[in-house]
């Protein structure tokens, strides 16, 4: 019974908080363009701007395509929220506010937050559309190859601290957090921020939603609720990837005089913002460009940093 | 032992059981207007020409086959580094030359020229 309420308040608790981080984007973004941003809808900064949103998306008409794969099209976006939404089960959002602290915690993350990629690549083939399919085939070869680096910069925390369970990771940072480590940490995090930032398709790794050229990718032929969904995730995805950085190199949630969950959220929201502020100043790179990146120096680089974090481990 | 990934599965449940009931409300509450032009593939206004699911360059096959090689060896190494400390040296040698052995494949995929992509 507890886990099913827990559950139910983590399910709505992402889903109000991740609505909340699109408005942040979007007020952001107006902010780095000298623009105001959303200010209509709800008085003080359109601060009531995603529940409309979400209003208009609900009531708007689903259209599925004649030529579509009607199973892969229709469930594409439930595989991909799921995938996304699921990875919270083993995050902990506290000091022991956690739904079940698997023992396997790293993995569990890695392995099912990679599953999304299904999801997109249903969404892609299933739609029938050339751009889609398109966005599909590069998106997964961009997954795949940064999937490689960003397990290895997920090892270097494990090593460190001797364990997958996340709250022994934060445990082990109690004194030193794990980017502060001389030249590990910082090496370790860029990896896996670089690598995070791919996965979760931002810029300037964002070559499968192209707007310019593929108009949207893999979310060319959904609309409505449907296409919320594909967008929500994306958002939930990037939300992941701030708690889970947070906490295997931030620290978690140790830190002075504020209580455990306040420190973690503030990290969290931090790294969001880093994440903006690239998304907003920089360009889109190539595909070849991308791929070249990942397997000709991350992952060579995560391999080294991986054996410097052996040594480090074993003298010290 | 399974009792703990239990509420990985009520998660699984809860949050399908909200996905589906939102697809089937926004099914129920938009208009439903199917013109012809509205279902045809949108690409731009330009009425589509073949099948979209045509044939694909080799070179994304080949991305897809390193992967499934290099992310099964990195995989070994999770559980060498959650007992690493115990290994002490040992460990560490061993899994040097783990990476070795994995470094030689690297460069011959390197030197057939497998990451070009120009």
């Known amino acids: 019974m507890n886990t099913l309420f827990y559950s139910l308040v983590l399910l709505a608790g992402i889903l109000l908080v991740v609505a909340y981080l699109t408005w942040l984007e979007r007020k952001f973004a107006g902010r780095m363009q000298s623009r105001i941003g959303p200010q209509r809808v709800g008085k003080p900064w359109g601060l009531l701007q995603p529940i409309a949103d979400g209003a208009k998306l609900l009531v ?15 469930l594409a976006p439930i595989v991909v929220i799921l995938a996304t939404t699921l990875v919270f089960v083993t995050i902990p959002l506290g000091k022991s506010v956690v739904l079940v602290d698997l023992n396997v915690g790293v993995l569990f993350i ?61 445990l082990a940072q109690s004194k030193v957090w794990f980017i ?50 594909l967008w929500l995730a ?8 701030s708690l889970v950085g947070s ?28 994440i903006l502020w690239i998304r907003w100043s920089l360009v889109r790179i190539r595909l070849d460009q991308i791929l070249a990146l990942s397997w000709k120096v991350l992952f060579p680089l995560s391999l080294a940093t991986l054996i410097l974090a052996g040594g480090w481990s074993f003298i010290f | 032992m399974f009792e703990q990934y239990f509420p990985i599965f009520v998660l699984v449940t ?61 995989v070994f190494l999770y559980p060498w580094a959650v007992i690493y400390k115990q290994l002490a040296l040992f460990g560490l040698i061993e899994m040097g030359i783990f990476i070795l052995i994995l470094m030689v494949g690297y460069v011959y995929i390197l030197k057939k020229g497998a990451l070009k992509w120009e």
């Open chain 1, 60 to 74: 708007k008409e689903d259209i599925i395509p004649q030529a579509t794969d009607k199973t892969a099209y229709n």
């Open chain 1, 110 to 170: 890695l392995a099912i937050s990679s599953l999304a990629l299904i999801g997109i690549f249903m969404a892609g083939w299933g739609s029938a559309n050339k751009y889609a399919i398109l966005s599909a085939m590069r998106g997964v070869n961009q997954l795949i190859s940064y999937e490689i680096p960003l397990v290895l910069a997920c090892l270097v925390p494990v090593i460190l601290a001797g364990s997958m369970k996340l709250s022994s990771i934060v």
């Open chain 1, 180 to 229: 502060f480590y001389p030249f590990l940490g910082q090496i370790a995090f860029l990896i896996f921020l670089v690598s995070a930032l791919a996965e979760a398709n931002r810029i300037p790794f964002d070559i499968t939603e192209a707007e310019s050229e593929l108009i949207a990718g893999y979310t060319v032929e959904y609309s409505g609720m449907k296409f919320a969904f």
């Open chain 1, 234 to 241: 994306e958002y939930i995805h990037l939300l992941a990837v």
């Open chain 1, 247 to 274: 906490i295997l190199f931030l620290g978690g949630w140790n830190g002075p005089w504020l209580p455990s969950g306040l420190w973690l959220a503030l990290k969290t929201l931090l790294l969001f913002l880093l």
């Open chain 2, 14 to 74: 809860v949050v399908t059981i909200m996905a589906l009931g939102m697809l089937v409300l926004s099914h129920l509450l938009g208009r439903k207007k199917g013109t012809k032009r509205k279902l045809m593939p949108y690409e731009c206004g330009i009425e589509p020409e073949e099948d979209a699911r045509q044939r694909f360059p080799v070179k994304f096959y080949l991305v897809a086959l390193m992967f499934i090689v290099f992310d099964i060896e990195v």
